[in-house]
């Protein structure tokens, strides 16, 4: 890691294993001599100089997902897109525990599925949400389902183009055959796009229309139709207690992979109505003086942020920037008209942002320098019946290590406002 060992909090882990450790700077390259293959970490991008002759030198370099698919028994369900892979991996992995099955909802989610590889057997199903960084190092990871949510633009600081990042997310179905799924939302052009591209059998979900085949909904009600043209009522939309249309999105798209991987209806309906949401994703904090408090610390794009401001019924005080990834905010800030009450800014792209809304008339803008006068600032300003809304659009790392940080700083910050 080119952090110091000091900034990283790992001594137990290196006290307890017999492994060298390279910290504070970039490995020499004269280590290639002593290795046969390396795991990167999504973290790390394929073009720094140890990475490019390992390639050039014939060393396999592969994500963890793909060492962990080389050793494991058992089915692989893979869910990508740029927004919602959380939310509905954690929602098919609650379906898949309401009906039973031996599963585990593993990757990007936060638990890797390399810690699990030791208790699987040729009846468990792994719920993978992956990255388009976990998947630049596959080379054999083949899932019988994958699902690709969405696509918007996002990590173009790694990616480059808009082309490679697309070429990313496709390699999820890369492996897969005929025999195999591939579920996709009919409503994004993009994913719609991969239909002609996947080797698998592919199979639709749309919140905006009616489907021959697929997951879609009619009458306020999620209707699946299967390839016997059967009309399968699965629950009412007013059972889906997540807000905002994203959220219906991606509860068609968990109906859609549960049901082709065998799950009854009866345990999906059971486990969408229990669902209440995943942690930093637009989840609700306190209400303190009529003024609600909502964490969605996982709108680390503009596309994300987006959603939660559409989701929101109430004036919004908006805390929002963080780390430059290089994404067009203009969308982002256009979001904010007759919506965002106050605009609360800190970070990297505090400026930026601030530019483009004052282009945009809006005024009521303050920077800050931490998340506790944000916070501080917008309890002060708040009128009852106004809710306090981080949703960032950035990602979190230039001021916190994970957007997990930076959100339970906030829910930390709320809670101490009743103090």
């Not at 006290?15 to 290639?32: M, V």
């Not at 792994?126 to 976990?134: G, L």
């Not at 306190?286 to 942020?305: A, H, L, R």
Request: glycine fraction near 6%; aromatic fraction near 8%; include cysteine.
């Amino acid at each position: 890691d080119i952090k110091p060992i000091e900034q990283l909090n790992i001594n137990n882990l290196i006290n307890k294993r017999n492994f060298r450790g390279i910290f504070g700077t970039q490995p020499p390259l004269s280590i290639l001599e002593e290795i046969d293959y390396i795991i990167v970490s999504p973290g790390v991008p394929f073009d720094i100089p140890i990475i490019l002759k390992a390639i050039e030198e014939n060393i396999e370099v592969i994500s963890e997902i793909e060492l962990s698919y080389r050793l494991s028994n058992g089915k692989i369900i893979a869910i990508t897109g740029t927004n919602g892979k959380t939310t509905t991996t954690s929602m098919v992995g609650e379906i898949f525990k309401e009906s039973r099955k031996d599963s585990y909802a593993v990757g990007n989610i936060g638990l890797p599925m390399i810690s699990k590889i030791d208790y699987s057997t040729n009846e468990t199903s792994f719920i993978v949400e992956v990255s388009s960084f976990q998947l630049e190092g596959i080379k054999e990871f083949h899932p019988h389902i994958s699902a690709v949510l969405n696509i918007t633009p996002d990590h173009l600081n790694r990616h480059k183009t808009m082309e490679n990042y697309i070429d990313q997310k496709s390699r999820v179905f890369l492996n897969q055959t005929p025999n195999d799924i591939t579920i996709l939302n009919k409503d994004n052009p993009i994913t719609f796009s991969f239909k002609d591209k996947t080797p698998g059998k592919v199979i639709l979900f749309s919140r905006l229309s009616t489907l021959e085949k697929g997951v879609f909904i009619e009458d306020n009600q999620i209707i699946i139709r299967n390839e016997e043209k059967e009309r399968l009522l699965v629950c009412p939309v007013s059972d889906i207690k997540i807000l905002g249309g994203h959220n219906l999105e991606n509860a068609l798209a968990a109906v859609a992979i549960s049901y082709y991987a065998g799950i009854p209806i009866q345990s999906i309906r059971k486990a969408l109505k229990k669902f209440k949401g995943v942690a930093h994703r637009i989840e609700r904090v306190d209400i303190i003086s009529g003024v609600e408090f909502i964490n969605d610390s996982k709108g680390t794009n503009p596309e994300s942020s987006i959603k939660a401001i559409e989701a929101m019924e109430k004036p919004i005080i908006l805390i929002a920037g963080g780390m430059d990834k290089g994404s067009d905010l203009s969308e982002f800030v256009l979001s904010f008209k007759n919506k965002v009450r106050y605009l609360i800014l800190l970070g990297e792209t505090a400026n930026i942002i601030e530019n483009l809304a004052r282009g945009q008339g809006i005024n009521n803008i303050k920077k800050v320098a931490s998340m506790e006068e944000a916070v501080l600032f917008s309890f002060n300003i708040a009128n009852k019946g106004d809710v306090v809304l981080l949703s960032p659009g950035c990602a979190s790392w230039d001021m916190y290590s994970s957007y997990e940080e930076r959100g339970n700083i906030f829910k930390s910050l709320v809670k101490d406002l009743r103090r």
